[in-house]
């Protein structure tokens, strides 16, 4: 490394001139360094990007990162160029679902590259730094704040229209530090199941979003409800034994084709949610095991089924996002 | 929600207070002090969870010298007020501000707990 031009100078000892810093003091001011250096990168690359969109959720388990990656790859698929950020740093899941399971990252001159996953999203996470992938990382929180400050400030995202930042369930460290780094963030997406304690924690972060003065752009429920289809006879009355022993009953066409939606985690309460809370509620999306199977073989429902409903609904709640960060007044609103 | 809310249509800031009219042509006033004091933010919302420290809170915004803050959009939901002294976090959502235009205590009279710290 070429000597550093890092010298100190003593105000009481004008005839000494410049004093060589020890090598804590020269230590310091280069971390120093860096630290400003990638300060001014994070204000470039915001600048850059020009819809940041947070995906939280109050619990775990949830549907967050099939959300977050649905939302990419359903802006994709209307030509905007997509970029997501995985900063679950302890559960890191996007590439697989990206179909990047095992990618490593390309380091150049210091930047990061990001990788491409399906229909050109760019795609960042810890995942591509592990060596081992059943290696936990134990981190604590200022390591943490560091690789989350390096993931933002050290990427060469290039131009993004989106860039859709996964988050890990909670409201800790993570969504704090990147609404701190990060200018101009557009809002966050709270993803929930109609279940009670999941609702209970989209609430809390509901109210995290407003404590970060970051807009919630609306909730999103997930695993909204299971569709059955099925063929009997022409016109006739079905009965479907449902959760909790409730009977559902449909009635087949004239063809005989039946549909029954099973309610499996209840029904609605991202909605009321919502309106508890005076947010928007994007939409819901239904319980569909080809996003479990697409997760695992790394082919997203959104790309192996474009047509299909949880593609069509994942669109809907993609048009709800737009509406809510349109350029657009947020009303007729006259302010004067 | 039971209650059907009109739509907020026009704010004026005046020395002391906004204006606001809503599209079924209801017209209010809130005081600076008012809306400061209903303030959402984490910081500012446990204070008004016990008597003494909400009246602390509403002496230190009284204490501040009046002006007409800048008031911005929150996507299409709610509306952030930027003073030039005292907090500036609160997003206050339009029910919050009907609350306050209703003189309603748009708490609910529910104490604050789902903080982020």
């Known amino acids: 490394m070429a000597e550093s031009p890092i010298t100190t100078h003593d105000p009481k000892n004008e005839e000494q001139g410049p004093v060589a810093p020890s090598p804590q003091q020269k230590k310091e001011m280069e971390q120093n360094y860096a630290q400003m250096k990638r300060k001014m990168s994070m204000q470039e690359i915001g600048m850059k990007i020009k819809h940041k969109i947070m995906v939280l959720s109050g619990k775990g388990g949830v549907g967050k990162s099939t959300v977050s990656t649905g939302l990419a790859l359903s802006l994709a698929q209307q030509g905007h160029k997509v970029g997501i950020l995985d900063i679950d740093i302890t559960g890191p899941n996007v590439p697989k679902m990206m179909g990047l399971d095992g990618h490593k990252l390309h380091v150049e001159q210091g930047r990061i590259h990001p990788a491409k996953g399906h229909l050109g999203v760019k795609v960042i ?15 604590r929180g200022p390591i943490k704040l560091g690789a989350i400050q390096q993931f933002i400030g050290d990427v060469e995202w290039g131009n993004l229209d989106y860039l859709i930042i996964d988050f890990p369930p909670g409201t800790s460290d993570e969504p704090l530090t990147v609404s701190q780094s990060l200018p101009n963030i557009d809002g966050m997406v709270i993803v929930t199941t109609p279940q009670s304690v999941a609702l209970l924690d989209s609430r809390k972060s509901i109210t995290f979003a407003e404590s970060l003065k970051v807009p919630v752009l609306g909730v999103v429920e997930n695993m ?82 474009p047509e299909g409903a949880s593609s069509i609904a994942f669109s809907a709640i993609v048009k709800a996002v737009q509406a809510q960060i349109s350029d657009k007044p947020a009303s007729s609103l006259e302010i004067i | 929600m039971a209650e059907q809310m009109p739509t907020l249509v026009r704010i004026e800031r005046r020395e002391s207070d906004f204006h606001l009219t809503y599209d079924n042509e209801e017209e209010f006033s809130v005081t600076y002090h008012d809306l400061r004091h209903a303030c959402p933010c984490a910081n500012c919302s446990p204070l008004r969870n016990e008597d003494e420290t909400s009246l602390k809170l509403r002496e230190q915004v009284e204490s501040f010298k ?14 952030n007020f930027i003073w030039q002294n005292g907090c500036s976090n609160g997003i206050f959502r339009f029910e919050r501000i009907w609350a306050l235009a209703n003189r309603r205590d748009p708490d609910n009279g529910k104490p604050y707990v789902h903080g982020a710290w």
């Open chain 1, 125 to 139: 996470s810890m995942a591509f730094l592990l060596e081992d992938p059943d290696t936990p990382v134990v981190w």
């Open chain 1, 224 to 305: 909204s409800g299971y569709t059955i289809n099925g063929v009997t006879a022409a016109n006739s009355s079905v009965e479907i034994a449902g959760p909790g022993g409730k009977t559902i009953k449909s009635t087949s066409d004239e063809n005989g084709n039946f549909s029954v939606t099973l309610d499996i985690f209840k029904k609605g309460g991202g909605k009321s949610t919502a309106e508890d809370f005076g947010v928007p509620f994007l939409g819901a999306l239904p319980f569909d095991p080809g996003f479990v199977r697409g997760g695992d073989d790394g082919v997203h429902k959104i790309v192996s089924d």
């Open chain 2, 66 to 79: 009046l002006h007409k803050p800048s008031v911005n959009p929150v996507g299409h939901y709610a509306l």
